[in-house]
């Protein structure tokens, strides 16, 4: 089991930034694929940004690459989204999630098991 708590949402306006921070409770973090996932009213939820367990790969979605970046710290237990360039459309709530990187899996929505409470993201225009 492992146990994500996120922070650093908030209410931005467009073109500015913000920085979300996960932190978990398990001692084997470093096996674990983390993702950062986002839920917008009325869509489904969609896999933003993902980083594998060594941290070498990442995985972003076509709509922010170039905006976001995914890091994460093993000595930590903790992984971050750095936000940039924020538009109206990223409103969401943005979740943390953990699952075993399993052959580099960590860019799969079904791999990932374990979630954070969900930190509230609003841009205004």
């Known amino acids: 089991q492992v146990q994500l708590v996120e922070s650093g949402g908030g209410l931005v306006q467009a073109g500015g930034s913000l920085r979300l921070s996960c932190a978990a409770s398990?001692?084997?973090?470093?096996?674990?694929?983390m993702g950062w996932f986002r839920q917008a009213p009325g869509k489904e939820r969609e896999l933003v940004a993902a980083v594998s367990w060594s941290g070498a790969s990442t995985y972003y979605t076509v709509s922010v690459k170039g905006r976001f970046t995914i890091s994460r710290d093993n000595a930590k237990n903790t992984v971050a989204l750095q936000m940039n360039s924020l538009k109206p459309e990223d409103t969401a709530v943005y979740y943390c999630?953990?699952?075993?990187?399993?052959?580099?899996?960590?860019?799969?929505?079904?791999?990932?098991?374990?979630w954070g409470q969900g930190t509230q993201v609003t841009v205004s225009s």
């Open positions: 398990r001692r084997s973090f470093s096996y674990y694929a």
């Open positions: 999630a953990a699952g075993i990187d399993y052959s580099d899996s960590y860019s799969l929505p079904a791999t990932y098991r374990y």
